[in-house]
């Protein structure tokens, strides 16, 4: 294809990325450079590097970035580690049956986010079935505390994106070479030794990528820790995200909370360099 | 791998699978319990799973007052959306005028959402959901066309220009909303477009773009080099083929694309939450029931939660093979 027609044809979308990603960002910067508020979003007041230092010098919002910090070292290793057995295991089964898992699993995926935390909420509330269950079991109140908030949005963290990795190892295993799994099992390997030896370097650059991908979109979770937190006034777990939006949409900061969105991309080029990088190279292999 | 052939190991097998399936539906399963219980079975502090069910709180949500004759409304609407459903699904089957058939679907449903506001009391959820239909399928069709181009052009190109797009996009589409979100708004009320449709759609297109191009992309690689080779020794220009040869081929590939964006567009909370002040659409709205301390906040989220919910599930059901393909073919990688 001639250069002349490949601009012709991205044209439209490289136009709206321009017009709403890369400027947006510039103007992300250059608003966090001023005190805004709701009431003079258009003429919003110069102060420099001082919101920048106000957010570093902010407790809360290192706590917030703790919390994401722990966020992504449970959930991603969860997700990675539950949909790979999972994904063996369904890869056992067969025709309808295989479907009929499949669909029930992908339910947590495709549900909206925020409805899928307000029923995950349901079974915590005072009526709800697992706060019953807990209680009857362990004998104990179950209160909502900052620790069990945030053990809350974690474990809603692994119900929701789980399926995803599950449905992508699934689809990986289903390009195994079958000839040296034969010919492990002629030489006697075991089921162990084959997973060891075959599958799992089989799935190795899948796993890179969702490890790379899912870091980058746990990092900036909030629907669920929004729905599980910023609505339960009492106990806060803040995410950076949510962090943000309060400081933006409940305390009118707009200029701090521009300059907390720099700082977060900022903070996400730890992946997104490699992740650049490993594009780069693949797509020069391409070519 | 080869299948375990023991007893055990496959009992064993078939309980783990079965344990997980359960932790994956309990949340919706419950939920729907509390939906269809009224206000003091689904406070009860010891669960009820034995109660009589009621339709109250859908009541509640959708509608401002009880309609007269409710039996023969439901049984109407209901007869209409099976006609309509049951004529998209042996749309394959007539020959010839397919896409005359589809108009005419959209149409009838078009007409159908239309229309129940005429002859129902409906509540504000109804324009919600109305609004969240709007913005989905205006995202959609933006979204595909300009990404169907540039996916297209990705795929073909070889230049360097096309890896550094790419790139671009890879980029964009790893950063956090919120580098976004405060600019547009900004930019909403620069041009006075805050709360309005059209730029909760722009912007819902903007953020999905990069995505969809890479997936886009991904499909159109598949798609035989001489295909539109032979069709421009024919003497069609680029997009005369790329519409009349390359689209029809890739065609279950934009399904795909067109169901991720579905989702992400149904789905969004931050961006409708910042830009809009009434027009919300389904996740802002259902947002609304959670907090406070009135009872009702319980069931009527529980009831709202799970009228969201339904339409995503009957698309799924539809289009499962889709979704399972798209999520392969490392959908995600945008």
């Not at chain 1, 966020?71 to 949909?83: E, F, H, L, R, T």
């Not at chain 1, 777990?237 to 700082?263: C, D, W």
Request: with cysteine; charged share 15%; proline share 5%.
């Amino acid at each position: 294809m001639e250069r002349k027609i490949f601009f012709v044809f991205t044209s439209p979308s490289i136009l709206v990325m321009t017009l709403l990603m890369a400027l947006p960002l510039a103007m992300a910067i250059w608003l966090s450079m001023h005190f805004m508020t709701f009431t003079n979003v258009l003429a919003p007041q110069w102060v420099g590097l001082r919101n920048y230092i106000d957010v570093l010098e902010d407790a809360q919002f290192w706590q917030s970035f703790e919390f994401t910090i722990v966020y992504i070292a449970v959930v991603v290793p969860s997700w990675i580690v539950i949909g790979f057995i999972m994904a063996l295991l369904l890869d056992q089964q067969s025709g309808i049956v295989r479907g009929f898992y499949l669909s029930i699993y992908l339910l947590p995926f495709i549900i909206v986010p925020i409805v899928g935390t307000i029923m995950f909420r349901q079974l915590f509330e005072p009526s709800g079935i697992i706060r019953w269950l807990y209680q009857e079991i362990f004998n104990q109140r179950f209160h909502y505390t900052e620790q069990s908030v945030k053990t809350l949005v974690l474990f809603h963290g692994v119900w929701y994106v789980t399926p995803f990795t599950l449905v992508v190892y699934f689809a990986g295993l289903q390009t195994l070479p079958q000839d040296l799994l034969e010919a492990a099992g002629i030489d006697g390997a075991s089921r162990l030794q084959k997973i060891r030896y075959i599958v799992i370097p089989h799935v190795r650059s899948l796993t890179l990528f969702i490890l790379l991908f899912s870091i980058m979109d746990s990092y900036r979770v909030f629907d669920s820790v929004y729905v599980l937190t910023e609505l339960n006034p009492v106990y806060k777990a803040h995410t950076v995200m949510t962090y943000t939006f309060q400081t933006s949409m409940r305390l009118q900061r707009l200029g701090k909370a521009n300059a907390m969105a720099v700082i977060t991309v900022i903070g996400i080029m730890v992946v997104l360099i490699p992740n650049l990088y490993y594009s780069w190279k693949e797509q020069l292999a391409e070519r | 791998m080869d299948r375990v052939t023991s007893l055990w190991g496959r009992i064993l097998i078939q309980i783990v699978l079965i344990l997980f399936a359960i932790y994956s539906i309990v949340p919706f399963t419950w939920t729907a319990l509390q939906s269809i219980k009224t206000v003091r079975d689904a406070g009860s502090r010891r669960p009820k799973l034995l109660f009589s069910p009621t339709m109250e709180n859908y009541e509640d949500l959708w509608l401002r007052s009880t309609p007269e004759n409710p039996e023969a409304l439901a049984f109407f609407l209901l007869l209409a959306l099976v006609l309509l459903v049951g004529l998209l699904l042996f749309a394959q089957y007539i020959p010839g005028r397919r896409s005359l058939v589809y108009g005419l679907v959209g149409l009838g449903f078009a007409g159908l959402l239309w229309g129940i506001p005429q002859l129902l009391d409906t509540d504000r959820f109804y324009d919600f959901f109305l609004n969240t239909l709007i913005v989905t399928v205006g995202t959609i069709v933006i979204s595909i066309s300009i990404g169907c181009l540039a996916g297209y052009a990705l795929a073909r190109y070889v230049g360097l220009l096309g890896v550094v797009l790419l790139l671009a996009a890879l980029a964009f589409r790893a950063l956090p909303r919120f580098a976004f979100v405060l600019p547009y708004y900004w930019i909403g009320s620069a041009l006075n477009l805050l709360d309005s449709r059209i730029l909760v759609i722009i912007t819902l297109v903007a953020v999905n773009q990069p995505f969809t191009i890479w997936m886009l992309r991904s499909f159109f690689m598949e798609v035989p080099k001489d295909l539109e080779e032979s069709a421009m020794v024919d003497g069609a220009n680029r997009l005369v083929s790329f519409l009349q040869v390359i689209v029809p081929v890739a065609w279950p590939g934009i399904i795909s694309t067109a169901l991720f964006t579905l989702l992400l567009a149904y789905n969004e909370f931050l961006l409708v939450r910042v830009l809009t002040q009434t027009n919300w659409t389904l996740p802002v709205a259902i947002s609304r029931f959670t907090g406070g301390e009135d009872p009702r906040h319980l069931t009527l989220a529980a009831a709202a939660s799970v009228s969201a919910t339904i339409p995503i599930i009957v698309v799924i059901l539809f289009f499962q093979k889709h979704l399972v393909k798209g999520l392969a073919a490392g959908a995600v990688k945008g």
